[in-house]
């Protein structure tokens, strides 16, 4: 009747929207979209989605990452991050794949080894 959740697939369950605004951490067990400013660090163990208006202060932990808008911080993910075009993120990065599409920014340390239990 009812299927248990697969923690890894990149189903959305919680959203902060353009108009807004969190200060403190966040930790959520499924996926999340930002598209409003977080000042704090964001934990998930599926999917981070920052949407064009997304801004994190912040470090990042997710299994998953997709940024179109700006991550201030250390990034942490288990797999892949993909920076869309108008996406940006300053800080350390440590990922598996890193994808920056035409006009994405990077800036700051990158370490593609990363292993979860660092």
């Known amino acids: 009747m009812f299927k248990k959740k697969d923690n890894n697939n990149n189903n959305v369950d919680t959203i902060l929207g353009s108009k807004g605004s969190f200060k403190g951490d966040i930790l959520v ?3 999340i979209l930002i598209d409003g ?5 964001v934990k998930t163990n599926s999917i981070l989605i920052v949407g064009k208006e ?3 202060i912040g470090d990042v932990w997710a299994n998953e990452l997709i940024v179109s808008g ?3 911080g250390k990034v942490f993910v288990k797999n892949r991050i993909e920076v869309q075009s108008s996406g940006k ?3 350390e990065i440590h990922c598996k794949i890193l994808v920056v599409d035409e006009g994405g920014f ?3 340390i990158t370490d593609m080894k990363y292993q979860e239990n660092e």
């Open 37 to 41: 400013n977080v000042e704090g660090n």
């Open 29 to 31: 067990e499924g996926g």
């Open 70 to 72: 700006k991550i201030e």
């Open 54 to 56: 997304g801004h994190i």
């Open 106 to 108: 990077v800036h700051g």
């Open 89 to 91: 993120i300053e800080g």
